[in-house]
């Protein structure tokens, strides 16, 4: 062989070595160089005397990577962690060196040296075929020092095991911060030994359908369970040989039925409550009496030397003041302080806790609607209703931590609800989390400073075990993972969704449940003028995505995907990919409608809400269906308002049939309307009514309304839906406004 082959052959190693080191590592790491020359797994031991946790973790990791122990060097190893001083260091960053003499990890803190064991326990999985690990250099440390991930344990509980597992998966992707959410209307969560009917009574509800296999007692009709402060304490400690602080919540003074079940006597009205069984937003909250305090801070007592961490999280969102308004103590209270209203009051109650939690050393953090009324004076603000209370927050000069549904709620669908299981009906695909940047643009630099990081929430109403657990995680948790120590790049998605393919891997063989939505076939329905139009994509080659237009399941023979779909006339897409003459995705459908008012000019006497206007009132006429699971795309949504839809067919004509489509998914607040008016015109002045549908009627066609009417001329049709008004008793939301959302009108 001549030399000039052998170095082409080296160079070529080489470099593809770099890329697929390049390509698998999550999180990116800041600096990675990747040289010549590889060191062989059988020639990698321990040092015999390093009897350090980081050592420790690596021998049981090791061990499940590589299917066998690390040998032990009675003398040094040839993997070395070495903990050394160095000044001016970010305090989590480590160097990472493979080089002939074997593996260094350098840091100045045991936590980089832990993450330092991270990147090394990817690198062995991603090079186990090879059996060596490519020479290498990385300089690494971290974005943000708080990189979060949330569990609501009350919605539905998880054993102190499956806790374990969760924090066994965030520390592999160096997430440091576990937000553990302890109490909330449907669960109280952590005994508290001086208060045990927050547990005897609050940890209990009366069990529903949906509830998992979570079940911590003999009787069959409840459904609960709760941590004893033992469990705690070895939770906690468990996450600290994780490097992973853990933040708790305690909710106040909203989401305290649970709670208020156990002590009625500290809500505005005496109760008696239960706790809850529907989820939403609940009325009876804690009302600010003395007593309330002193079971309040008696908690704190008993929460402050379970956790080492200087933050408790106290809540503070979604507290209706409905109770508070009528409650003659609060309202004397409010005089008696001089505020202005029951904002204050809340704003009065967090400030008030706070002091206490500040005399006892530590510092709260609350979800932005402690912003109402005032911030109490050192608060950190969780900002989730999106990135405004943070910027208000930062711009104030307190503290923030970024956490927008938009971008990192977790309990959200990751692809298709056709094809994925049931979740919160809103859509946050791996491409969106990963699209995030925690800093808000309206911020300076010095502003800027005061976001501490991120984190990605997970509320388990729709998460009944922790299988649904894992699958709700990941992948999302390597977006949020990336975009938390700062390395990642949107513009380069698809390279970061080959990585994280590249894990799935690591996910299989540890048999964790993961979802596979971006292998899925994506589809996009748009009207362009006239044209009805259908984009299909996929990660892999879209001329293996199949289609028919006739209702059909797509087989290897049907259409080829070769480019935009032109509608036509079809009323059903339906597509699938295809590998090796097999359908290896879920089969998707889309559908259509044609009618005289499709396409036709529309006109709403009032716009819809601006979180529900994509595509404006043209959306109701466009021919294209919305997914009635997630009612962002292609539904108009309304709140404490009616609909009133005027189409224009243009010319006069002959109409003998009318449709339209309402959504109900009571668990979000979406109600069918009271009634469906419909009326026509020839002018657009004088209206004549044709027919006028109950909500019985509504219910029984499952909101795909469609009516034939006596045949008749006109030119205008309008539609005046009626909203059902406030939500009533006995369902989730009650007493709040009830959401209406509309979707394709039909004239035929
Ligand atoms: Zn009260």
Redesign the pocket.
């Known amino acids: 062989m001549s030399r000039i082959v052998i170095i082409a052959l080296l160079a070529f190693c080489c470099l593809s070595s770099t890329v697929r080191a390049q390509e698998t590592l999550i999180p990116r790491p800041q600096k990675m160089e990747v040289r010549p020359g590889a060191f062989p797994f059988d020639k990698l031991s321990l040092a015999g005397g390093d009897k350090t946790n980081e050592a420790h973790y690596l021998e049981t990791q090791w061990r499940s990577i590589l299917e066998k122990k690390p040998s032990r060097g009675d003398g040094k190893g040839t993997v070395k962690l070495l903990l050394e001083p160095s000044k001016g260091d970010h305090p989590e960053a480590y160097k990472l060196l493979v080089h002939a003499g074997g593996v260094e990890i350098r840091s100045s803190s045991s936590t980089g040296v832990f993450y330092g064991v991270q990147t090394l326990l990817q690198l062995l999985e991603e090079h186990r075929h090879e059996a060596s690990l490519p020479y290498l250099e990385i300089t690494d440390y971290p974005r943000f020092g708080y990189r979060g991930m949330h569990l609501d344990v009350c919605r539905h509980f998880f054993s102190v095991e499956e806790v374990k597992h969760f924090l066994d998966y965030i520390a592999a992707y160096k997430i440091n911060k576990f937000h553990w959410h302890l109490t909330d209307d449907q669960g109280w969560r952590i005994e508290i030994k001086s208060h045990p009917k927050l547990t005897r009574i609050g940890a209990f509800r009366e069990r529903k359908p949906f509830d998992g296999d979570a079940q911590k007692t003999a009787d069959s009709t409840v459904y609960g369970g709760f941590y004893t402060q033992d469990q705690i304490r070895d939770v906690v400690a468990y996450a600290a040989s994780l490097h992973i602080e853990v933040i708790p919540e305690i909710e106040m003074p909203g989401h305290a039925q649970a709670a208020l079940a156990a002590y009625p006597e500290l809500s505005?009205t005496g109760g008696p409550f239960s706790v809850g069984v529907n989820w939403g937003v609940m009325k009876d909250i804690f009302?600010p009496k003395e007593e309330t305090f002193a079971l309040l801070e008696d908690v704190i007592d008993e929460i402050i030397p379970l956790f080492p961490s200087s933050y408790i999280h106290i809540g503070g969102d979604e507290a209706p003041k409905d109770?508070?308004k009528a409650?003659a103590?609060?309202q004397a209270l409010i005089k008696k302080e001089e505020l202005k209203d029951e904002h204050e009051l809340q704003s009065y109650f967090i400030t008030r806790m706070e002091k206490y939690i500040n005399s006892k050393g530590k510092k709260i953090i609350g979800w932005d609607e402690i912003l109402e009324g005032g911030l109490a004076p050192n608060a950190t603000v969780m900002s989730w209703t999106g990135i405004e209370g943070g910027i208000q927050a930062a711009k104030s000069g307190h503290d923030a931590i970024m956490t927008p549904a938009s971008h990192v709620y977790f309990d959200y669908y990751q692809g298709n609800p056709q094809t994925e299981p049931l979740a919160f009906s809103a859509d946050l695909p791996l491409e969106q989390v990963y699209s995030y940047n925690p800093i808000p643009e309206a911020l300076t630099d010095e502003e800027a400073k005061h976001i501490l990081g991120t984190q990605a929430n997970m509320w388990t109403e729709y998460i009944p075990n922790f299988k649904q657990v894992e699958y709700m995680l990941f992948p999302r948790l390597m977006a949020l993972a990336e975009v938390a120590w700062g390395t990642s790049n949107p513009t380069s998605y698809k390279s970061f969704e080959d990585r994280v393919v590249s894990q799935f891997k690591l996910l299989d063989r540890k048999n964790i449940h993961y979802s596979k939505a971006i292998f899925e076939v994506v589809g996009e329905a748009s009207r362009d003028a006239d044209k009805l139009n259908y984009t299909l994509s996929t990660r892999k080659d879209p001329l293996s995505i199949r289609y028919t237009r006739d209702g059909s399941e797509p087989q290897e023979k049907s259409f080829v995907y070769k480019d935009v779909i032109n509608v036509g006339d079809a009323t059903l897409i339906k597509a699938a990919y295809f590998e090796n003459g097999k359908k290896i995705s879920h089969t998707i459908n889309q559908h259509f409608v044609h009618s005289k008012a499709t396409g036709k000019p529309i006109q709403l006497a009032e716009a819809p809400h601006a979180n529900y206007a994509e595509g404006g009132a043209a959306a109701l006429v466009d021919g294209i269906l919305g997914s009635r699971a997630v009612h962002k795309k292609h539904w108009l949504g309304f709140i404490r308002k009616d609909v009133e839809a005027t189409i224009d067919l243009q010319n006069v004509d002959t109409i003998a049939s009318v449709g339209v489509s309402v959504l109900e998914n009571k668990g979000i607040g979406a109600h069918y309307p009271a009634s469906i008016t419909v009326l026509t015109s020839t002018d657009n002045q004088t209206f004549r009514t044709v027919k006028t549908l109950m909500v019985e009627e509504i219910r029984k066609a499952d909101g795909f309304v469609k009516l034939a009417i006596t045949p008749q001329k006109a030119r205008y049709v309008k539609f005046v839906v009626k909203s059902s008004g406030k939500i009533a008793a006995g369902n989730p939301l009650e007493g709040t406004d009830s959401w209406l959302f509309v979707d394709e009108i039909t004239l035929d």
């Open positions: 505005c009302c109770r508070w409650c103590h609060c």
